[in-house]
Antibody, heavy 120, light 106 residues
């Protein structure tokens, strides 16, 4: 059974750095072709893709946020970590992690999401 | 930048067929995925590679993609299909989502 779960702070102050952890089970990021992405969604808006890390440690980021994002993995712990610097109120959103087996196959499993509010 | 355009809202009567379009330049040259999302829930993958259904997704959901438009078709629409629907593609290793269509079943 594949599951993903996001964890991290619910509230961060402007200019602070956000660190979120995606802990997953039922698959391994050592397996060829497996990827994990981070996606966020502001209330009432469409999902916005943030980035992805692949089984071979390749990483891809949303170009508009690239300078603020970093994604890493710990395969021994089955975790993927998102770091986003210089948080602003507009970054308030629900942050999801999702599995991707191949780009053409879509995000087949999603975490429940974690709401992050940016406010002083 | 590449943009996927969806109508903000659509309505359908129970038992009828809902067709949700997603448009972009030469979209037919790309693989399209479709998701739905109930309020407060995570998105669920409905269609991948234009027209394939993951296991567990009812046959009532089907997809097509040609020219500049991809379409999600929901046959025999039920009240539980009321949700937001998003199309998604990959462009240069970047995932792009459409703006979403709120489907109302009434």
């Amino acid at each position: 059974q594949v599951t993903l779960r996001e964890s991290g702070p619910a509230l961060v102050k402007p200019t602070q750095t956000l660190t979120l952890t995606c802990t997953f089970s039922g698959f391994s990021l050592r397996t060829h072709g497996v990827c994990v992405s981070w996606i966020r969604q502001s209330p009432g808006k469409a999902p916005e893709w943030l980035g992805r890390i692949d089984w071979d440690d390749d990483k891809y980021y949303n170009t508009s946020l690239k300078t603020r994002l970093s994604i890493s993995k710990d395969t021994s712990k089955n975790q993927v970590v998102l770091t986003m610097t210089n948080m602003e109120p507009v970054d308030t959103a629900t942050y999801f992690c999702a599995r991707l087996m191949a780009t053409e196959e879509g995000f087949d499993y999603w975490g429940q999401g974690t709401l992050v509010t940016v406010s002083s | 930048s590449y943009e996927l355009t969806q109508p903000p809202s659509l309505s359908v009567s129970p038992g009828q067929t809902a067709t949700i379009p997603c448009s972009a330049d030469k979209l037919g040259n790309r693989y399209v995925c479709w998701y739905n999302q109930m309020p407060g829930q995570s998105p669920v993958l409905l269609i991948y590679q234009d027209n394939k259904r993951p296991s567990g997704i009812p046959e009532r959901f089907s997809g097509s993609n040609s020219g500049n438009t991809a379409t999600l078709t929901i046959s025999r629409t039920q009240a539980l299909d009321e949700a937001d629907y998003f199309c998604q593609v990959w462009v240069n290793n970047t995932a792009i989502f459409g703006g979403g269509t709120k489907l109302t079943v009434l």
